[in-house]
């Protein structure tokens, strides 16, 4: 049995330090503690006579922390985009008039993102034509019930 997979001990053992780290991290306490040593650092300055190495220290410390905090940053922003888009995709697979070409739409390629966003700004620019927009589900339904209210030339059918 390897522990070092994700789904082993080692792994959860790293999620669970990220994920205290990532909460940590975006503290006031954790900005507070920042703020404190970069003053600390400033008020030392002229005990080291602002020499090479009083500088090093600063920039050495910093350019890790930045290297491991891009790291942390990225997992996170992985992580809760994973769980924005699961919870996206059960909204639109339970909601009745809903598209499910769109469950996994992160997947598709940026032209085809693109198309799509094309479309729903037709669809924008329908609803706002109608006074309630929870009436249309879906572009097609939009393009429908728009031509059905208004007629080939744009105009109110009677």
Wanted: proline share 1%.
């Amino acid at each position: 049995m390897s522990t070092v997979k994700t789904g082993g001990t080692f792994g959860r053992r790293m999620e669970a330090l990220s994920e205290r780290v990532t909460r940590f991290t975006g503290s006031t306490c954790a900005f507070t503690l920042a703020l404190v040593v970069v003053l600390f650092w400033a008020v030392i300055g002229p005990v080291f006579h602002f020499s090479n190495t009083w500088q090093l220290v600063i920039n050495t410390g910093t350019t890790i922390v930045t290297f491991l905090m891009v790291f942390l940053i990225q997992r996170s922003h992985n992580k809760d985009s994973l769980a924005i888009h699961l919870k996206l995709n059960e909204i639109v697979a339970a909601m009745e008039g809903a598209s499910n070409r769109l469950v996994d739409a992160e997947a598709f390629s940026e032209k085809e993102l693109q198309t799509l966003e094309k479309y729903y700004a037709e669809l924008a620019t329908l609803a706002k034509k109608d006074v309630n927009v929870t009436d249309s589900h879906s572009i097609d339904e939009a393009r429908e019930r728009h031509s059905v209210k208004h007629g080939p030339r744009g105009r109110r059918a009677s």
